[in-house]
């Protein structure tokens, strides 16, 4: 009986679905946290840093494996002229002093992957007001910093075990569930025969009809007519339809490659809910590399390109699916698209 009831538990494990971690992304006063759906999480100080961000990132699962950095830059490199930072650093104005043996130190760089130095690092400030540098205004604000590292403990489900950072307990660290499986979205016919000079002739006529017969703002002068190889029988076809100070909104169909032309309009729909509350994606300032196979898209929060929303996305055969988001709500000097957080990552 023993074994029946054995071998019956075993098959309902090996039919469970397998789980998928929802993406969280949350501000918590001066610091923010984004974790994707693999519960990888990455906190840091957000608003008036002047260039001084502390950067923390921990993986889920058992194992300790986190990294802790403190950098002086941001989208304007420092002068050339700017001293060390590690000498410089205060603590509520008072000398932090650092373990070298654990410490990667370079002029302004300093980063640990050391689990027991981070712990104790974290444990050093996280009720302090703030870091700064000695004869600099810069400034790591440390308000929100307790919230943010419960809400990675919360997320990664270390609450109550040995491995948590805030309200530790006594679970040993295999409590903690290792991280959720990728999905995978194969890549369709990576190698499509090119157009030929009549197909692309034919697709950009049509392409210029549908774009003369769609509702767009954009200037005629400015409207683009885009033309790719998708598979042997379908092409992608794109055109340039809003725009404004810096984002132009695209409108894209999937075309057959011969006449008479059957269009289906392509739809971009995210596998989880954002922020904005909305799983329709629009195809702003989009762009389809043929190298990569992948239909990217970003939206732009200020004309420097400090935040917004970076997409990029695979043709499965019937429509593009997700394969990476990276979404930067702070709009402060920090870093470009290719270093935003990410929500959701694929294999």
């Not at 075990?161 to 369709?188: D, F, H, R, Y």
């Amino acid at each position: 009986m023993r074994y029946c009831v054995f071998i019956l538990s075993l098959c309902c494990v090996l039919r469970a679905p397998l789980v998928w971690a929802a993406p969280a992304q949350q501000s918590f006063s001066d610091w923010q946290v984004t974790c994707n759906n693999q519960n990888f999480c990455v906190a840091r100080n957000t608003g008036e840093h002047h260039g001084l961000v502390m950067t923390l990132s921990r993986s889920a699962g058992a194992k300790t494996d986190a990294t802790l950095r403190i950098d002086l830059g941001g989208l304007d490199s420092p002068s050339v002229k700017e001293p060390d930072i590690a000498p410089r650093l205060l603590l509520d104005n008072a000398p932090l002093k650092l373990e070298p043996l654990h410490w990667q130190v370079t002029a302004w760089h300093l980063m640990t992957d050391n689990a027991t130095t981070i712990t104790a690092f974290l444990k050093s400030i996280q009720e302090g007001k703030g870091l700064t540098l000695k004869g600099g205004r810069q400034i790591i604000s440390l308000d929100g910093l307790k919230a943010a590292l419960l809400f990675i403990d919360a997320q990664q489900k270390r609450v109550g075990s040995e491995t948590a950072w805030i309200k530790k307990g006594g679970e040993p660290p295999l409590s903690v569930p290792p991280a959720p499986a990728l999905k995978e979205v194969a890549v369709v016919n990576p190698t499509p025969t090119p157009l030929s000079h009549d197909e692309l002739n034919d697709l950009l006529d049509y392409g210029t009809w549908r774009m003369n017969n769609s509702q767009c703002s954009l200037d005629p002068n400015r409207r683009e007519v885009r033309v790719t190889a998708l598979t042997d029988d379908k092409a992608l076809l794109m055109v340039s339809c809003e725009a404004g100070a810096y984002n132009t909104v695209d409108l894209a169909w999937l075309v057959s490659r011969k006449k008479p032309f059957a269009a289906r309009s392509v739809r971009l729909r995210l596998p989880f809910t954002p922020s904005s509350d909305s799983s329709e994606m629009e195809l702003m300032n989009a762009s389809f590399d043929e190298k990569t196979r992948e239909l990217s898209t970003l939206s732009l929060g200020r004309g420097i390109a400090d935040c917004g929303i970076q997409t990029r996305w695979r043709f499965d055969g019937q429509r593009f699916r997700l394969v990476r988001y990276a979404e930067e709500p702070s709009c402060d000097n920090w870093h470009g698209p290719d270093a935003w957080p990410t929500l959701w990552i694929t294999r």
